[in-house]
């Protein structure tokens, strides 16, 4: 009786955990689980649905109120109410309202109402506040306030506020304020900065990049070789004017104001002017021939009537020649003509060849 119960105690031993391997085997061949909670890091699921999930290996769908976690790899929709997150590579749709992370490469949509993070963006990055991606951007970040992305290849980044490419950017950016480190692509925004500007252009109002030979269209385009200087000048326009010339190697941009527009025997009244341009040295380093258009806002403050209205604008065209007399001194003479025309309605108020005569400092 004594060896008969040694007998049975060796049999369970042996075959008691050969029997619990077979139902753990049996569960990890589950592919589906709804639950309040579901936590198997050890599980393959096709479908996981509840309240939170953290599963190893997605093929399929995971939908959870709160979280949902893939430890490795994910193909499919990996949806949370609150976030969802995956350790490596995921290919599909990734959703959670406030935060969604990849750890790895993420390919396919990943869309959240805060903020959306991938190690590698091979797709799309929807999201109100903010998109971050830590490798090369190859496809679309599209945020209400912010993109940053290590680098952009063959993608396009739109923001409401920012958009930064911390290294090389090949594509387009498009957001009040862009930054690149290396534009091989499109800026278009208020603000432009590229620290070197290789193949690339800068549209916008104003425009910097280290390379002064680079393609910039805007109202102001600056580099380190960029001559800021003052203009102080009369005309028979505007009578008494100040302007800032932003001089790059043969292009410029005049930014000023003049006063007393309608006449010095009138009230007062004003003009703010901006004018794009093309010079070039002529005989030799002292003297120059400039070209350009303008565009200028008038106001009157008057009473708006037929004879004064209250505003104006005009456009206009100038040749100019210069003499630098002294490093940081030159004299002007400029003539031209401009059409000042009402806002309200498409009809001149005034034809008239412009005359205008100063100083350029610095």
């Known amino acids: 009786m004594k060896y008969k119960k040694i007998y049975i105690c060796c049999l369970l031993l042996v075959f008691f955990p050969l029997f619990t391997q077979a139902q753990q085997d049996s569960l990890l061949e589950k592919r589906y689980n709804i639950a309040l909670g579901y936590k198997n890091k050890d599980r393959k699921a096709n479908v996981n649905v509840g309240l939170v999930g953290d599963i190893n290996i997605l093929k399929g769908i995971q939908f959870n109120l709160v979280s949902s976690w893939i430890r490795q790899e994910g193909k499919g929709v990996n949806w949370g109410g609150v976030g969802a997150f995956s350790h490596k590579n995921i290919k599909g749709w990734q959703y959670g309202s406030v935060i969604n992370i990849v750890g790895g490469e993420m390919k396919g ?44 290849e063959r993608g396009m980044q739109f923001a409401g506020v920012t958009n930064i490419s911390i290294n090389n950017m090949r594509g387009f950016q ?119 258009l303008g565009f200028s806002h008038i106001e009157t403050f008057q009473q708006n009537d037929i004879q004064t209205p209250e505003r104006l604008y005009s456009l206009n065209a100038n040749i100019s020649l210069e003499y630098q007399y002294l490093q940081h001194l030159g004299f002007f003479v400029g003539s031209g003509y401009g059409v000042d025309r009402y806002y309200q309605h498409n009809k001149n108020y005034r034809k008239s060849f412009l005359l205008k005569v100063g100083l350029v400092l610095f």
């Open 174 to 292: 498009f957001s009040p304020f862009n930054y690149a480190d290396t534009l091989n692509g499109l800026q278009i925004g208020v603000i432009n900065i590229a620290i070197e500007q290789e193949k690339g252009v800068q549209v916008g109002i104003f425009n910097y990049s280290r390379n002064n030979t680079a393609k910039k269209i805007g109202l102001v385009n600056l580099s380190p070789l960029t001559r800021i200087q003052m203009m102080v000048f009369g005309g028979n326009a505007s009578k008494i004017n100040i302007a800032a010339r932003f001089k790059n190697n043969n292009t410029y941009n005049i930014l000023g104001f003049g006063t007393h527009y309608m006449g010095l025997d009138e009230e007062f009244s004003g003009s703010f002017f901006y004018r794009l341009g093309y010079w070039t040295n002529i005989f030799n380093n002292k003297w120059s021939v400039y070209g350009d």
């Open 109 to 152: 949509l990943q869309s959240s109402f805060v903020m959306n993070l991938a190690k590698q963006t091979k797709g799309v990055q929807i999201s109100t506040f903010n998109n971050l991606n830590g490798g090369r951007l190859k496809g679309l970040q599209l945020c209400g306030i912010e993109n940053i992305s290590i680098g952009v």
